[in-house]
């Protein structure tokens, strides 16, 4: 596609509930991130999938959160018994190459509300 | 541990008038940087990046950055702002223990005045 995009935009949900992101990258992109953004914060790196694999699952705040990652495409992060805290952005991005230089491609981001 | 700092949550200047958005880092090495824009409901954007070529990098819309490693600094600049600039701005350098990771700043917001 022309960009990453993510679904749902929006989400609001019940403490407790388990809620899924998705995310689909630039076409061709081996690498991709997700990040959480709280209200009037910096990013929070969470989860980086190299191909199919996560090499790195250092972000993840708790076992509450999993991430999958399929046919080097689409990617699902789910949240299992959210909490209020959970409440915030989740940013999902895509690169061409595993290397620090190269550009990451945001999508719109799923802004996450839990009651 | 790295880390950025933006010097300023929230920057005000009318429009026609320079633009100066502060940024430190601290790094053990020497980092790559990069300035990324957010506008209002839209994706986060590169505007820049330093990856130890030139010291001034030139981005998109007219920014410039330059890095400036005896005050471990990087600020964002552009000589006249425009009503489009108006947005949120962060400041990131690469992570230490991997080649992938990027620290964040915690943004400043760029309000301009007509």
């Known amino acids: 596609g022309a960009g990453v995009s993510q679904s749902p935009s929006n989400k609001v949900t019940e403490k407790g509930k388990d809620v899924e992101l998705r995310c689909d990258p630039i076409s061709g992109h081996t690498a991709l991130y997700w990040y959480r953004q709280r209200l009037g914060q910096g990013l929070e790196f969470l989860i980086y999938f190299q191909g199919n694999s996560a090499p790195d699952k250092s972000g993840l705040p708790s076992d509450r959160f999993s991430a999958e990652r399929t046919g080097e495409s689409v990617s699902t992060l789910t949240i299992q018994r959210t909490q209020q805290e959970d409440s915030a952005v989740y940013l999902c991005a895509s690169s061409s190459y595993r290397r620090l230089a190269d550009t990451q491609y945001f999508g719109p981001g799923t802004r996450l509300t839990v009651l | 541990a790295q880390s950025v700092t933006q010097l300023d949550s929230h920057v005000s200047v009318s429009e026609g008038t320079p633009v100066l958005l502060r940024c430190n880092y601290s790094s053990s090495y020497s980092p790559s940087l990069f300035w990324y824009v957010q506008h209002p409901n839209k994706g986060l954007q590169l505007l820049l990046k330093y990856t130890s070529a030139a010291t001034l990098v030139k981005g998109i819309n007219g920014f410039e950055a330059e890095f400036k490693k005896s005050e471990t600094s990087f600020h964002l600049t552009k000589p006249s702002a425009h009503m489009s600039d108006a947005a949120e701005y962060f400041c990131?350098?690469?992570?230490?223990?991997?080649?992938?990771?990027?620290?964040w700043g915690a943004g400043t917001k760029l309000i301009i005045k007509p």
């Open positions: 990131v350098v690469s992570g230490e223990d991997s080649n992938y990771q990027l620290i």
